[in-house]
C-alpha cells in the first residue's frame, strides 16, 4: 500500500525559513485528484492540522497559528505538495507529517486528522530559539 512520504525538515534558528514538500511512494498512489494536508504532533499532544489545499488549489486552509506565515502549494503534474514556512518560531517545532485528503474535493474548510489516509513517518522541524 502506498503512503506519502515527507522531505525538507531541519533545524533553523527562530525567523528563519523551511520548505517541506511530499510526494507518494507506494505504486498506484496518485494524489492528483485529492485534497492534501499538512500535519504537525509534538510528544504528548494530538495530531494538529497545519494547512490543507484543495484538489485543484483553489481552497486552502491554514489553523491560526500559522496564517500569514505558512503558504500551501501543489504540483499535481509533479505529485507533489509544498508548505512553505517563514518566520518560523520554537512553537513550530514538531513532526510534521502529509496526508492524502477526501477525492475530488475543494471544501478544506474543517479539514480533520481521521478525514486524512496514507500518512508519511514525517519530517522533523526543530526551531532553535
Known amino acids: 500500500q502506498g503512503q506519502m512520504v515527507e522531505f525538507g525538515g531541519g533545524t533553523v534558528q527562530a525567523g528563519g525559513s523551511l520548505r517541506l514538500s511530499c510526494t507518494p511512494s507506494?505504486?498506484?498512489?496518485?494524489?492528483?485528484?485529492?485534497?492534501m494536508g499538512w500535519f504537525r504532533q509534538t510528544p504528548g499532544n494530538e495530531r494538529e492540522t497545519v494547512a490543507c489545499?484543495?484538489?485543484?488549489?483553489?481552497?486552502?486552509y491554514y489553523t491560526d497559528s500559522v496564517k500569514g506565515r505558512f503558504t500551501i502549494s501543489r504540483d499535481n503534474a509533479e505529485e507533489t505538495v509544498y508548505l512553505q514556512m517563514n518566520n518560523l518560531s520554537s512553537a513550530d517545532t514538531a513532526m510534521y507529517y502529509c496526508?492524502?485528503?477526501?477525492?475530488?474535493?475543494?471544501?478544506?474548510?474543517?479539514?480533520?486528522?481521521?478525514?486524512?489516509?496514507?500518512w508519511g513517518q514525517g519530517t522533523q522541524v526543530n526551531v532553535a530559539s
Open positions: 489545499i484543495g484538489w485543484r488549489a483553489k481552497q486552502t
Open positions: 507506494g505504486s498506484g498512489l496518485s494524489i492528483a485528484d485529492h485534497a
Open positions: 496526508a492524502v485528503g477526501p477525492y475530488a474535493t475543494e471544501d478544506v474548510s474543517r479539514p480533520r486528522p481521521a478525514h486524512y489516509a496514507f
